[in-house]
């Protein structure tokens, strides 16, 4: 007989030694979920059985940090470099380079680490599981990859030392921008000595004290089946689930932890915690108010951090509505006095709930604040909290907060992952600390008790502030502060720590290391050792992928014409997203560079001559929220796109530039909404001069901090700007051009740049509109009936033919276009970081062409291949890839938090050398065309898709040619790679474009620069 998992009959009872502990229903996800543990090894087991085919597993460790030496961190990365039944040198890379996964990744926190995997296909699903299972309990954690992927010290060929490591690279990056290190400072002060104050990443100055036998204690302490959480997600039967772990790891789990007989309290249907994990567990609070000063590298940062924090307990959903009241929009009264006073460029990250602690802070304050302003900053935030509650809270503030919430509870989102991890992140969140999964999974149940309470009590907001911040005795200023010297005294003790290191060492055992390890990097896993991992055959792959479908039909514009209208039905759960796109393209290009400020700041400036503050807080009430945007990019030269684009072009739609709005709200306020975005875009003011200041200074800190962070985008830019018009364009409004022309706005030009701004936006209107709708069924018949006259009351007329301008007319207006003009150009772009990112562009060939499918074959294998060995193992780079982009014809190579940016240029232009005349093996080549076929069968959120659909339409370049992709993809042959990589060899030695992202102290002397930008 089978077992019913779902018969509460069943419970305490026992599948195959897991004994069912309890059966949630969970309303708020439509879906049930079991509880399950393991008798004997002690294994929990959470299902949450979903009618979704993108299955989802993780296992989790409840890894909590004890110091800053980053162990759980290269745990993480170590665990996944060999194992008992896949002896391989990264058994994740070789997975991910073959399997069909939607989503493959391991992430350390501060009191846990997680294995996540997610398939949508099963066998691929069971082969992902079983590679992780045997990671995390069966790893070989030799001692070359505790080097290799932690410390070591490395010797030039003059003998000098230097610390490398993934992890310590890695880690190296995180400490370069002041955000990262003003986020981390601010917990670390409000937890001191326990776990959060700890760097569970790894402080780059203290990784090189953890031991390999520290390591291996490490493992041996929390990577423990009774210390297990295996979270599961999606529609494979939990009898199948449960059968395959049975059968591939009880057995040996039961041996390798000598679990012999039942554990105690097997039966508990609450989450068992160790003793000695719960100790470590405890947290440490600060006991009386105090100020506290801290510091950070000084790149990104436009002022100090000031916030005032206070302890609140455990997350839950009143203290999100609170903070949601509080500070929600810009509006919100807590958010709007803060920012009118000047005192800072944005509010400080404002947070109630980090989902690791149990007990959590509200944190209210400024960034960008200047030296002695500090204590007014403290003064304003306390004089604000109690003047808010003695006015007591306006409706409309309590309104636009139910409103939000309810909207953000309703959407499915798809940001990192598949939505299941972001359940996965709630049911772990209590697990790890021993609560019942199930009080973390009901977010719209509990929010509608908060509503019900609101209703009744006219008091209950306002008396919330007085509960959490009024009577709450203990509050913790703290001052981040951007320190110039950061980075020199870190170096400084880098330096010293290098030196203690070299006294002991014993250089001939040091280099017999060195010299092991990299002949082991060295090696090249044939097809046969990696064969251990059984792999999806082409044959065996559906040609037959899913399409979004984009339809297109038309509503009467003002002027009688018709105006586009594409429609993508997608189950978006009673949510509608609308654009509303005009082309810029027949504006001068010496108007482009102000594009992106433009977007930036309509639906931000106030409209209809109401005040800002009026109409964000009544488009809070009605929306989910509207903002604008640009959509660009090209048409390719292939003749499908060609075609295609012929067949719609006399609708003047295809191979245009946008600038428009997109607004989301829920479906029962379709009526309200579309009236209030015909508002916004008939009415747009741009005459609040102040507010403009302000947005600027916003802009302007976004773009500073961007800086780093974005390197290596930064870099790509530059390298293929001069390729196309629409590459040209991307660096005029994304790339370092936008970066000098945002820094270009003065105070003293307000005036007249919203003239400007002005001027655009209603010549972009008078260009006419495309419309785009994306929505479920029901929504898109509720909404259709009301556009006509939303399209006439706000004056949209079909779209005007394109005014033509050429490839120079873009590239004038490219800053420094000198540098990057020539065929093998390089360029440095430099400013003080701790991290580098290089790129180099070459050419590529047409889309849609099998060439095109064969060098995008040749690109992937380059990412698991060589540009795994040779620029991350070796090069001790966090990341790097090359890829192909057939539309606009280019083949290029990022590397990504790289220490040595120069030399990686190099090494990959060597590898390209040799590659051109490699034999790919055809296992290989079989594998890379799977892991591409699996990109592209990768769920996307309701949303996107649709974005998908629209953008499709907008480029000629429609869903239906993702089958010729696949068809040409399909018939790759490993010839046809080794031509590819040839013609990409050759074509660098005809044009290859190069950016580097540095430190101002990187020679780059070998590279032959055509010049620098010192930023
Ligand atoms: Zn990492």
């Not at 879906?31 to 989790?60: C, Q, S």
């Not at 423990?224 to 599961?232: A, E, F, I, K």
């Not at 039966?267 to 100020?291: A, D, F, H, M, W």
């Not at 780079?877 to 982009?885: K, L, Q, V």
Request: proline residues 3%; aromatic residues 12%; contains cysteine.
């Amino acid at each position: 007989m089978m077992f019913d998992f779902l018969n509460k009959d069943n419970l305490g009872k026992d599948y195959k030694g897991f004994i069912l502990l309890s059966i949630d229903d969970l309303p708020d996800y439509k879906a049930k979920a079991l509880f399950l543990r393991h008798k004997k090894t002690g294994l929990e087991v959470y299902h949450i059985l979903a009618d979704d085919k993108e299955n989802t597993f993780a296992f989790a460790f409840r890894t909590v940090a004890k110091d800053s030496k980053g162990c759980a961190h290269i745990m993480e990365h170590s665990t996944l470099c060999g194992s008992e039944k896949y002896p391989l040198k990264e058994p994740f890379t070789t997975l991910a380079g073959q399997s069909l996964n939607t989503f493959l990744n391991a992430m350390t926190y501060p009191d846990k680490t997680v294995y996540p995997g997610s398939s949508v296909v099963k066998a691929d699903y069971f082969t992902i599981m079983d590679v992780y299972a045997d990671a995390v309990f069966f790893p070989k954690l030799d001692y070359e990859t505790f080097i290799q992927e932690g410390h070591r010290l490395e010797m030039d060929e003059k003998g000098k030392l230097s610390i490398q490591g993934v992890v310590y690279n890695e880690m190296k990056g995180n400490y370069s921008s002041f955000i990262d290190v003003a986020v981390d400072e601010q917990i670390k002060v409000m937890y001191p000595d326990s776990f959060p104050a700890f760097d569970s990443g790894g402080d780059p100055l203290v990784i090189p004290t953890l031991t390999y036998q520290e390591f291996l204690d490490f493992h041996q302490k929390f990577y423990n089946p009774d210390n297990c959480l295996l979270y599961l997600y999606g529609n494979i039967p939990t009898a199948e689930q449960l059968d395959y772990l049975d059968e591939h790891f009880i057995a040996r789990l039961e041996k390798k932890y000598k679990c012999t007989k039942e554990i105690e309290n097997a039966y508990s249907e609450t989450p068992l915690v160790k003793e000695e994990i719960k100790e470590l567990q405890k947290l440490n609070l600060i006991k009386e108010s105090r100020e506290i000063k801290a510091y950070a590298p000084e790149t990104g940062a436009t002022g100090s951090i000031v916030a005032i924090n206070w302890y609140s307990g455990k997350a839950d959903i009143e203290k999100y509505y609170l903070s949601e009241v509080l500070c929600g929009n810009d509006s919100s009264p807590l958010s709007k006095r803060l920012k009118d006073s000047k005192l800072g460029d944005d509010l400080s990250p404002i947070w109630n709930n980090f989902g690791q602690m149990q007990e959590e802070f509200f944190c209210y304050g400024l960034s960008g604040v200047k030296k002695g302003d500090e204590k007014k900053v403290f003064d304003l935030v306390q004089k604000s909290l109690k003047e808010i509650y003695e006015e007591g809270i306006s409706e409309e503030d309590i309104d636009s907060a139910v409103m939000g919430i309810d909207f953000s509870l309703r959407e499915v989102t798809r940001y990192w992952g598949p939505y299941s991890l972001v359940i996965m992140e709630k049911v772990l969140k209590g697990w790890n600390s021993g609560k019942l999964c199930r009080d973390q999974l009901s977010p719209i149940t509990s929010f509608e008790k908060v509503k019900e309470k609101i209703k009744a009590d006219k008091d209950y907001t306002k008396n919330l502030i007085k509960k959490y911040f009024l009577d709450n005795d203990v509050t913790v200023k703290i001052i981040v502060e951007p320190s110039e010297q950061y980075f020199e005294e870190r170096t400084k003790i880098e330096k010293e720590l290098i030196a203690r290191l070299e006294k002991n060492l014993d250089k001939v055992q040091l280099k017999r290391d060195l010299d092991l390890l990299h002949q082991a990097q060295q090696h090249i896993e044939t097809p046969e050792e990696t064969s251990c991992i059984p792999h999806t055959k082409i044959s065996e792959l559906d040609r037959n992928i899913d399409l979004i479908k984009t339809e297109l039909s038309f509503v009467k514009g003002s002027d009688g014409s018709g105006v586009p209208l594409f429609i993508n039905k997608e189950q978006t759960n009673g949510i509608f997203y609308m654009d509303v796109m005009f082309p810029f393209d027949g504006l001068d290009p010496k108007y482009y560079r102000d594009i992106p400020t433009l977007s930036n700041i309509i639906t931000n400036m106030g409209w209809n001559n109401k005040s800002w503050d009026d109409c964000i807080s009544e488009s809070a009430c009605v929306m989910g929220d509207v903002w604008g945007r640009t959509y660009c990019s090209s048409v390719s030269d292939s003749q499908d796109c060609k075609d295609f684009a012929a067949k719609y072009k006399d609708y003047n739609f295809i191979d245009r530039q946008w600038i428009g709005l997109t607004c989301k709200a829920l479906t029962e306020n379709a009526e309200k909404s579309l009236d209030l975005l015909s508002e916004i875009i008939s009415k747009m003011s741009f005459d609040d001069n102040q507010r403009f200041e302000s947005l600027l200074q916003e802009i302007k800190a976004d773009k500073k901090s961007s800086l780093v962070q974005s390197g290596r985008d930064y870099a790509l830019k530059r390298a293929r700007a001069t390729l196309s018009k629409s590459l040209a364009l991307n660096e005029i409004m994304w790339g370092i051009t936008q970066y000098k022309t945002v820094s270009s706005y003065h105070k003293k030009d307000i005036p007249q740049l919203l003239q400007t701004f002005k001027k655009l936006y209603y010549e972009c209107i008078k260009q006419g509109a495309v419309l785009h709708i994306t929505a479920d069924e029901d929504s898109v018949n509720k909404i259709i009936p009301l556009l006509e006259s939303f399209v006439q009351k706000t004056g949209i007329t079909s779209v005007k033919t394109k005014k033509e301008y050429t490839l120079e007319d873009y590239l004038s207006q490219i800053y420094k276009v000198e540098n990057i003009k020539d065929e093998m150009s390089c360029e440095a772009i430099k400013l003080n970081s701790q991290t580098g990112y290089a790129a180099v562009v070459s050419p590529a060939c047409e889309y849609l062409t099998k060439e095109a499918s064969a060098e995008n074959v040749f690109s992937t294998w380059l990412n698991t291949h060589t540009l795994w060995d040779k620029i991350r193992t070796s090069g001790g780079a966090y990341g790097a890839n090359a890829w192909i982009d057939s539309i606009s014809r280019y083949f290029g190579m990022c590397t990504y938090r790289d220490p040595s940016p120069v030399q990686s240029v190099k090494v990959y232009l060597d590898s390209l050398k040799e590659l051109s005349e490699y034999d790919f093996d055809p296992h290989d080549i079989e594998r890379t065309i799977v892991s591409i076929y699996g990109n592209a069968i990768c769920p996307a959120a309701p949303k996107d898709r649709g974005e998908k659909g629209f953008w499709g339409m907008l480029f000629a370049n429609p869903q239906d040619f993702k089958l010729k992709l696949v068809d040409n993809l399909f018939a790759v042959t490993p010839e046809d790679v080794k031509k590819a990589a040839l013609r990409i060899y050759n074509q660098t030695q005809k044009m290859c474009k190069k950016a580097v992202f540095c430190d101002k102290s990187t020679s780059t002397d070998d590279l032959g620069l055509n010049g620098t930008i010192t930023l």
